[in-house]
Each structure stands twice: as C-alpha cells, then as structure tokens.
C-alpha cells in the first residue's frame, strides 16, 4: 500500500531529502520511503517509480512530499513516517542556528551582508539555477553552478552574458572548484602552488589536484567550466575566460587543462589559445590518442596521471629557469658524445618548435637550423682517427671553447655519461672547458650550460661527485634529455604575463553567496571563506509565472 | 714538416695510441702527433689528413707508425716523440704484468685459461672482428662485439651461425651490456631487480639502465645488439634471441626495448614476438610517434625517461600482483562513483585488449562486453531521485552485493573519492559493502578489489584513516586509475615461464675472454668478473692470406 502526506511550505534541498529518504527506507516497517520537493520533475519521478498517489497532484514546489510505501496497510505507518521527517528537520534547522555565517532569504539581504562577495554557488534544482545565476551576474559576481539540468540554451545566454561583463560562469554541472584557495562544492584541501586547473570534468579535476599534491606540488586555482563548455553550441566561452584568467595570474606558473575531446571548431581555438597563453599548459582531452605530444608550449597527455606527472615537471623545471638567469642569444646548441641522447634532443625540440630534424645525420648533425644544432659527436666523422668522445673529452671541450666566440647561442644542451669504458672524469673535463669558454667569452652575453647526467651512485666517477663539479663550474642539472630540453625552451621564452596584479576574482580566496546545499556554506565557512547562505525558496507558481512576464515584456 | 717512425711489431690498441696522439700532440715542439698502426684504414687517414711521407708505405698492421708535424725542420723532434712512444708503451706493459688475470697469446691458451667463458668481448679493429667472432661462435661462445665497421654480410653471417647454434651476438657497434650481473664494455654499475633492457642503442641503453636505478628499481640483464639489428637485411635476428632469453630468465618480470624504428617487415615480426613474450614489454622506437599506447601487454614510450618510468610502474604492478591471489574469474567490473575515473578505465581496458568502448554511455556504461563491465554510477539513470554516489554510498553498495553471485567476476575496479562534498566515510562504507560481499560468496572464487583514492592528507575524511580501512578489508590500492587497470590485466594474466631454470647465458655473471681494448679486461676484472685477456695481434699478412685460403678449401 502506499501513501503519502505533504508538509505545507517547507521547502528543503535534495540531498537532506535524499539520504533522509534512504534512512527511513530501512525502518522495518516500510518497503520504502521517498521524501522530495513537489516539483513537477519529482512528480514525475514517483510516477515512473510506482510511487504514484492522488494526493501529489496538490503539492506544489513548496510542498515536502513524503511517500510510504508498505506491505500492509496500516496508515499509521505512514504518520510516524511523517513524525520522524519533521523530526529530522527540526534537528537540522537546530544546527543551522549555529552556523558560524549569515543565513539570509534575499539577495538583497545576501548582497548588504557580504558586499564583496564575488562568486555565487548556486545549487538548487535545475529549472530555478538560470534564473538565480543571472541575477548573480546581473550583480556582477561571477557564478558556479553545480546544478545540473539546466538547458543549454540557457546555458549559452548566462555565458555570453558573463562574457560581455568580463564575469566567469562555471557549470552549469560544475562539481569542484578552488578559487583563490577556497573549496567550493567538492573539492580536495590541496596545498596552493603554482599549478592552476582547469577543466570540464569534475572527478578529473579533483584527481588532478590531488595526484599534483600527491607529487609534492600544490595548485593556485581550479576552475570548473561544466560539461558543455566545449560543445560546439557553447563553443568554450567560459574556458576561454578561464585561460585568460590563469594567464594573467602571477601565482600560477604552469596550467593543466582536463575534458572531453572538444567540438573540432572548438578545438582549434582552444589549442590555439593555449599555445599563446605565455605558460605552459598540459592539455588532457580524455579518451583522445594525439600523435603529436608537444607544440609550442602546449603538451598533451593521455591519462590523468600523465598530465599531473607533466604539470609537475614543467612547474619544477619553471622554478629552475627562475633561478637561472635569461640567455640573450636565442640559439640552443647541443654537444653530445651520446648518440641516442643527441638523437632525442633533436627530436624533442624539433616536435616543440615544430623543426625537421636532419634526417641525413650529415656531420653529426641531427638537427641543424639556422638557430639551433644538435650534434651526435660520437658520429664517424668525429671519431675517425680519434677515440670516441665519451673516452677522450678533447674533442668535445675543443667545440665548447669555439662557442667563446658564438653570439647566438643561448642555451647549451651536453650529456655527461659515467660508467666502465668512460672517462675517468667527464664532469671535471666540461666544467674546465666551460669554464675557459665563459673567461675567452669576455663580455659576450652567459650562456647557460645544462647537463644530463647518465650515472649512478656506484659508477667508478662516483655520480655525486660529478654532480658538484657541474655545479660548481654553473652547469645547471637536468634529471633527463626531455627536462633539459624543456628547460633549454623555458630559459628561451619565459612565462609571460608573471608579474603585476592578479584579476580580481584570483586575488584573494573566493567570498560566497551559497544558494542551495546547505552542506557547501558549512565545508566553506568551515575553511574560512567568507560566506553568506542565501535560505532560497522558489516563489509561489503564480508569482513565478508573473516575474516571467514582466521580463518578458522588458 | 712532416716526419714518420716506426716501430715494428708493436701491435697496441686504438684507444692507448688514440690517448697517445693527443697528449703527445700537446708538446711545444710539435703542431701534431699522430700514432696509429699500419693498417690500409689508418695509412688513408694519413693520407686524409695530409699526415703521408712515404716511409708509411712499408707498414704492416703490426707496425707502429708515428707521425710528427712540426714547424721547423728539426730532424731530433721525430725522434725524441718517438722515444716518448717507446717510454709510455714500455709504462702500460708494466701495469700489464701487474693484471690479476690471465693474459694469453692465443684462443688455445683463453680456452684452457677459463673453460667456462661463454663470453667473447672483441674491440680490435672492425677488419678483424668477423674472424674472431667467428671462432668464438665456433667455440660454443656468445660474442658481444665492440668494434664497428664490420660489414653487414659479415653481421648477417656471423647472427644467422649464432641462431642456429643457440647463441646471441651483441653488437657489431654494441657498446654496452650487463649479462648476469657483469657489465660489459660501457655500462654503468647498477642494482640488480626485475627489469631486463634490450635494445639497439648504447647510450640509450645506459640511459635507461641508470634512469631505472634512479627510480629505485634494477636491472637483471643488459643485452645490446647493435645498431643495425632491426634493418631489413639483418632482420633482427640478435633482438628475437635475446627476447627469447629474458622471456625464459625467471630474474626478469619486465622488458623495456629501445631503439631506431625498426625496418617495417622487422617492426611487426618485433611486436608480435614481444605481445607474445608473457611479460609486460615498454618499447621505445626512437622517433616514432605511435598513436596508440598499450596493446597488450606492449607498451610504447616516446621519450627515454618514459620508458623508464613506464617500465619502473610495470615492475611495482607486478610486485603488488605477486602478493595477490590470482583470481579465477576472468572479467573485471568497474563501479565507479567519478564519471572520468570510470571513462579513463574504459579508454585503457579498451585500449589494451582491443576492446570498443561504450559510446552512447547507456545505463552509465563505459565499457560493457560480455567479459569486462565498467559503468558511472554517477550517469544520471543511477542519481535521479538519488543523492549522488560520492555523497551516498548506498547504490553502489547495492552493486557490490550483487557480485556475490557474479561467477566471472575476477576483478573489482572502484573510486574513493574524498574531500568536501563527499560522504563522510566512503572507505568504511566501501569496506563494509565488499565484506559483506565477499561473506555471501561463500565457496565462490575470490574477487581481488582494486581502489584508487582520489584525496590529500589534509581533506576532512583523513587520507590515512581511508586507506588503512580499505587494506584493513583487503581492498588494494593503486595509484592512479592507469595502475588500477594494469594491476587488474596482470592479476587476470600473469607473466608466463616466470619460474624454471634461467637460460645458461643469464644463469650466471658472464665469464669473459677479452679480446682488444685491456681496458675492458681491467674493469671486469674490479668487478670480480672472471676475466682472460687474450693479447691479439694480427697474423702477418703472408700467414693472414693462408688462413683464408685454407679456410677456402675446407
């Protein structure tokens, strides 16, 4: 039997009702128990689930709707069914006189008790977030909307509008975001560091931030742009206004960007945006294979962990060159005595600065540009007659002396290789030549001189001690050819934009107006985010019916 | 002016002579020295290098040829170079007498020295090296050569006699290998552990030896096969024995491969010997830019520091996997709360079993083939009129219990996301569901439960305390969504002929004969490696041209 009683005006969000509804499932009593608002959705919803009564078609979006389903029919059940719901609620409204920030019934109130409050979070049910989210905007706060089912056309009229006032949109169906260190809906307590996310994948995102943690490195902000921001309808407007964001954010150094593969016109105007974007940018779009792995500044991973493992790269190798100082000349030459070392240097830089590494090898060379040269001097043209550079550093140093009197060069890429059959001591060798090389260069402009180091504690050249010959000699240490060349490229074009002042939305931790799950003002004041909850209720249907009207006739 | 001496029968090595010219070529009283043996190569180099006088033309290979350029026309300065020659030859025979090894004459005298050698390092110059090689072979003895310049006929012969002899040949050009511990040539001294490199490329090989160490994991065997292993004309002959060795070496669990792209009739002969091989392979083909990642258990890197995490996670897997029951179900079940979570193990189980993932996502599916399952539980068929799965644990423990009575069940894939939002407790929920699970299995065969558990240290729920109720119910736990599904791929697959006796030529460290650079024979010998030197020269070229005669005639 089932049967149903309605509270009168006694509007409360989803998820109390929900796990409400699950608890009182389980009373040995009842077959089950299903508590909603009477919306015409949840009406809905207990028609398609056998929940049916007549006594539904009453409630209206106020209305608590409390449905019991039994094995017999005692209406009793139903009543202490309804007692204990009241009763629940009455506990919770008791913690809510607690809470430690203003609950207020309208935005006016919201707005008078935070007047800088500058993100709405707006949680309701669906068909109410338009509204609400553009009179947030409409106030010039920026909106994240964790609701879901709001249609996409309403969708692209709140960004556009966002767009128009310079104001970001996150969602709608945004679960996770962290703006200037404040956790807003779901959302990982991460360290702040110099990586911000940003993503149209709510457990991407959380996953991201806490595999970068997880590496020891922290995050400066993680905007949710909602599911549909890269469909060809929305066209990734509020991705577009993330980027420009991030890129104008001195506290992020490095982004890492998380969703589904974009509409193919999207696409192109993301990847382009982001390979002007002035930082480096990790781009994950899930599920998709890319060829290409780096161009310009734009790398591509393929799962999540990749992309978090690249970001912290780059933002290690970003701390590095920051504490290097800028080459003048804009030339990278690599002298390598190993081989496949030279060979993937070549590759590397010529994928990132999109080059034709020499496929013919000619003299060594295994990339030869006017502006940069890679050469393998292990080839046969430097070895004939003469043994192999990884034994005797002559060679070698003799081609690092004439760089004295090379202008262009800015950057120099070397491999120092350890083990039996080597050098007795190869570090000792180039930091001597280097070193002569920087006096005979006089007042040319430095060039920086990375190394990679192929060794291991118990080489015979004993690995650190190698290692502190290179760096007294100011020969920076790469942990591989790939982070050597990164580097050689970031020393080359550093990040723009990294000074002055954040856009205000980043400046500072997030002030809130929650409108919705009660749960999201108590995590947020909760971490100090200054907070208002906005206790919304919709409006009574004909007044609803009415304010559509009057903006229908603006 | 230029002057030549020489001395007769004085047979050394390239490198000594090599080292010897430089520093010779540093005196004041000379612009260069040149000291070389009378080789048909080394006498065109002088002519090359504009070093010629005629007295060069009486020269045999066993002949010291020193050439002196020098300003003046001062005869003395000849001479007294060469005296130099004479003092620092008679200095390295000294060091000679001291070797704690066998030096010997002749194969005879290397044989009886040490029986059990099954190694023959040769780096005498490339003319040479076919010969030696040959004997060595014929002895029953594997042949790395050092040397370059053998022709590739001469490869083709020597690798085919090899094959069907049941024996490999390293190089010619190989610069390096560890064989059972003894490092060979160029190598580096790193630990011993489950990873075996292959691969046509010394400082790759090197490089990802020491990256692997790095990383905390070692090396079981090294083994190089020369640069031109993988052309059309050789065919891979060397790399297909080699897989064969460490596919049969039960110290081996992980492959990682690196060189050029192969030929293209040898890249596909390759990868279906290695998805074939049992164990999990990382190939590295320099250059190459595969689209595709995973295919079995194949994997390809695009960068040597890839290869070397990707083979130093495929080794921790398979070290997770050894302390697990194998389960006898086959498929595995993905129930996952986060949507990405659950696409991304789609995408990789797709992937590496050739498998379509589900793209219309019906019933929140991400993968559903009769074997393997993976569904979103956050689709919204499972959360309407329900809270969401990461805030109520309730549906998906629903699920859980129903694999009580899911025979082919091997593997359960599942999230535990933390932070705010999420439920208070989602271990301890998820534990619980997957005890009770397990209880009403009964005889049943086991599932292996793998989580991933996206959250920090400081989120509200305690990453500690969550991951110590999921070991607490022997639920493990990987690091990412990637390690999850090849932790479930080994569970279900576990490398093949892991247990049995190793190969002869791995069982053991390498017992060497070396033949060529003494240097060689000194670093095995530090290394405890037993060691015979053989102290080669060339026959004269009178007994030389009867050798092969009579080689003709047999």
Known sequence: ????????????????LMVLSRDLSALPEVV??????????????????GLWVDLLAEASPNDLCIVVETDGDDETVADAVATQVRDRLTELAKGTRKARYPVVRSWRRAREANPKANVALISVAGQYAHGLAHEALESGMNVMIFSDN??????????????????LVMGPDCGTAIVGGAPLAFANRVPSGPIAVVGASGTGIQELTCQIARRGMGISHALGLGGRDLSEKIGGISAETALDLVAADPATRVVAFVSKPPAAAVRATLLDRM???????????????????????????????????????LAEIDALARDLPRPKGQGIRGLYTGGTLAGEAAALLAEALDLVPDGTHAEGFMLRTERHRIVDLGDDVYTRGRPHPMIDPYGRNELVHALAADADCGVLLVDVVLGFGSHVDPAGE???????MRAARGDAPPITVVATLTGVADDPQDLAVQSQKLEDAGISIAGSVRAAVLLALRLLTPPGAASGTPPALLAAPAAVINIGLRSFADDLAANGVDTVHLQWEPAPEGAERLRHLAASLV
């Open 1 to 16: 039997m089932i049967r149903a009683r309605l509270l009168k005006g006694n509007f409360q969000d989803s998820v109390t």
């Open 32 to 49: 089950r128990v299903s508590v909603m608002m009477g919306t015409p959705a949840n009406k809905d919803v207990f028609r398609e689930t």
């Open 150 to 167: 709001v249609g996409i056309d309403q969708e692209r009229d709140l960004k556009t509008f966002a767009r128009d006032h310079g104001l």
């Open 275 to 313: 390979a002007k974007l002035g930082k480096p940018v990790v781009a994950l779009f899930l599920g998709d294979r890319p060829a290409r792995r780096d161009f310009a500044d734009v790398h591509l991973a393929r799962t999540l962990d990749e992309a978090a493992a690249l970001a912290v790269e």
């Open 430 to 436: 180039l930091a001597r030549a280097v070193e002569e």
